[in-house]
């Protein structure tokens, strides 16, 4: 439906590949999170010792082998300026991540409600400082985050990312809903803008 209403409006078509996740709430940290060290925050907020991440693994899996694929079975357009990725919480760290390690590949991270405050934000600014230098005027981030429970605790940190890619001269926007929970409902009212964000950077 969304794309629908896109393409009425004179936007071009896209492919939506979903990738499955970790059911269990440990393991989708460990796989979606920035590099942690032994000793993390999220380790002290659930009290028990954490193994480190491997976020690699999937980050390169993806560029490197399903990338591929997708191309070969799908009319796609290969160039970067046309590749995308995203996601929510845990997910929009990880699009964050994979487009910052393969700037060359992905152009655009859609970043929802992300979980920057799971991470010590010295670690996060030493991994971005290392990556951000690849990033061009053809790579832009789309932050989101919500004020109802919870999820206001996202806002801070997604505010202080914003800072940064604007210190780095790097396009992006970032939209702040007062009304907006932790939940796919109010992500997908903010996924046409979002969309909208990423094509009007190609033109």
């Known amino acids: ?22 059911e269990d709430e440990m393991a989708r940290t460990l796989e ?12 002290k907020q659930v009290g028990e010792k954490i193994p480190l991440s491997y976020p690699d693994k999937l980050l390169d899996y993806i560029a490197n082998e399903l990338k591929p694929i997708i191309d070969k079975w799908f009319s796609t357009r290969k160039e970067r300026e046309y590749t995308a990725c995203g996601g929510s919480s845990m997910g929009g ?6 487009m910052t390690k393969y700037p060359q590949i992905f152009s655009f991270s859609l970043s929802f409600s ?9 670690d996060v600014i030493k991994l971005m400082n290392s ?4 990033l061009d005027n053809k790579n832009s981030v789309y932050l989101y ?8 605790d996202f806002v801070r940190p997604a505010k202080y990312m914003k800072t940064y890619l604007d210190k ?7 939209v702040i809903d007062s009304k907006g929970k932790h939940c796919e409902r109010d992500w997908s009212r903010h996924f046409s803008d979002a ?6 950077n190609i033109k």
């Open 93 to 98: 760290i990880f699009a964050l991540n994979l």
């Open 145 to 152: 985050s919500g004020m109802v429970g919870f999820e206001k």
């Open 32 to 43: 979606y999170a920035f590099p942690m060290k032994q000793t993390n925050r999220f380790e």
């Open 168 to 174: 780095h001269n790097v396009r992006n926007k970032m």
């Open 195 to 200: 969309i909208k964000f990423w094509f009007n």
């Open 114 to 122: 992300p979980a920057y405050h799971l991470h010590y934000k010295k």
């Open 1 to 22: 439906l969304r794309m629908n209403e896109l393409q009425k409006q004179g936007y071009p078509g896209f492919i939506v590949v979903g990738i499955d996740c970790p």
């Open 131 to 134: 990556r951000i230098k690849n």
